[in-house]
């Protein structure tokens, strides 16, 4: 864990990695992957989520509580993903050739409540 207190600059390539591929119009990792922009690659099948959105927010909030583990920073730190999830799926809606998905709102806001209850329930059974 004091890696992460150390270097936090991780949490904020993490972020602005994850900013980038959200922002760009199509998909960048589907251009790279599949050599086709209009396809987005996908780690497993979604269901009623955004698998693939689920996985991005939970990595980033996860680093992100390892990075900032003082009560005041996970507050600020908590509520900073959770708009932040919310207004990157905004933005597809006037980004070309990008779309506004419930499932994939629900996959980002999904990521990063499990990692506030890991965050919580580790946090708890340090004091015990």
């Known amino acids: 864990m004091n890696f992460f207190l150390k270097y936090k600059f991780i949490f904020y390539s993490l972020n602005l990695v994850l900013i980038f591929i959200y922002l760009f119009p199509g998909s960048i990792l589907g251009l790279?992957?599949?050599?086709n922009i209009y396809k987005h690659p996908e780690?497993?099948?979604?269901?009623?989520?955004?698998?693939?959105h689920l996985y991005s927010f939970f990595i980033l909030s996860f680093v992100g509580f390892l990075t900032f583990g003082k009560k005041k920073q996970?507050?600020?730190?908590?509520?900073?993903?959770?708009?932040?999830?919310?207004?990157?799926?905004?933005?597809?809606?006037?980004i070309p050739n990008r779309?506004?998905?419930?499932?994939?709102?629900?996959?980002?806001?999904?990521?990063?409540?499990?990692?506030?209850?890991?965050?919580?329930?580790?946090?708890?059974?340090?004091n015990i």
Do not use: R
Request: glycine share 4%.
């Open 32 to 35: 790279l992957i599949n050599n």
């Open 43 to 52: 780690i497993t099948p979604d269901f009623i989520i955004s698998t693939n």
């Open 74 to 94: 996970f507050k600020i730190l908590s509520i900073y993903l959770i708009f932040l999830s919310i207004i990157l799926e905004l933005f597809h809606m006037i």
């Open 99 to 126: 779309g506004f998905e419930f499932s994939d709102l629900f996959g980002n806001l999904l990521g990063v409540i499990i990692s506030i209850f890991l965050k919580y329930f580790f946090k708890k059974d340090e």
